[in-house]
């Protein structure tokens, strides 16, 4: 015999295939819906960055938007949680050296001549 079986049914000749097993309903090969992206953890991480370069009133919103963003992501609703946590980071950071200068030029320890390299009028 061939490898393949021939069949001989009237004047057709056929090779007849192997037999593979039938899967009710065949495989499913979809993707899984994919998520959006969390706008809220880049908004959290732009706003911290600016609240570093600014005073820190930015660096709020960056927190805020970043504690918001993470609430969707453990929802499963969004990614994007690097972002967010970064923008946490770095508007915590910012807050905390704002608050920092605030106390230091409420002390009295910092001026506003520090700033300046003592340009205004001596």
Do not use: C
Request: cysteine-free.
């Amino acid at each position: 015999m061939f490898p393949h079986q021939f069949l001989l049914t009237g004047t057709v000749l056929w090779m007849s295939q192997p037999h593979y097993p039938q899967y009710p309903g065949g495989a499913d090969l979809s993707q899984p819906p994919m998520r959006a992206s969390s706008t809220l953890s880049t908004v959290s991480l732009v706003l911290s960055l600016v609240g570093l370069l600014v005073f820190g009133l930015f660096a709020i919103g960056g927190v805020i938007a970043g504690h918001l963003a993470l609430g969707k992501i453990k929802r499963g609703e969004a990614i994007g949680a690097g972002a967010a946590k970064a923008g946490l980071i770095i508007g915590y950071i910012a807050i905390a050296l704002n608050l920092l200068v605030v106390v230091l030029f409420v002390t009295g320890a910092l001026t506003w001549d520090d700033f300046t390299m003592g340009a205004g009028g001596n």
